[in-house]
Structure formats: structure tokens, C-alpha cells
């Protein structure tokens, strides 16, 4: 069964199912998810202070957090 993580539920609440559909059937953007929850799981043990991640680390987390946010949204916005 596929599990999505919270905050993608959070980023697109409404499209769950289509996000889930559009992440099966792509490759790439299945990738992606991988690496999207990888990311914010350390940005959430980064938030909660549980690892230590400099400013400059967290700035990267949050802009690769976007554009992986970004163009499922796209992907989306295409269907």
C-alpha cells in the first residue's frame, strides 16, 4: 500500500489520490518522493532540534523541499 508522509497530505490535501496515481505512474517523480521525505524528515528533526543543521543547510533543505513540492503541483496543474 502507499504511504504518503504527513507533509505532503499537508501540500496537497485535495490531490492525495492523484498524487499518489501521478507518483506510481512516473518514475522520476516517484524518485523524487523518496528524496522528498528524506528531506523532510531531517528537516523536522533539524525543526524539533533533535540534529543540528546550520542556517545555511536548512535554506537548502527548504529549497529542494519546494521544487520537489513544485513539480508535483505542475504535474498537477497538467493533468
Sequence with gaps: ???????LREDFPDNLDEVRDL???DA???????????LTDIAFLA?????QVDESEREALAERIAAIRGRIAEKLGKR
Excluded: A, Q, V
Excluded at 500500500?1 to 507533509?7: I, L
Excluded at 522520476?28 to 528524506?38: A, F, K, N, P
Excluded at 525543526?47 to 540534529?51: L, W, Y
Design 28 to 38: 522520476i517523480l516517484g524518485s523524487l518522493l523518496l528524496e522528498y521525505e528524506e
Design 47 to 51: 525543526d524539533s532540534g533533535i540534529s
Design 1 to 7: 500500500m502507499w504511504n504518503t508522509n504527513e507533509r
Design 23 to 25: 507518483l506510481l505512474s
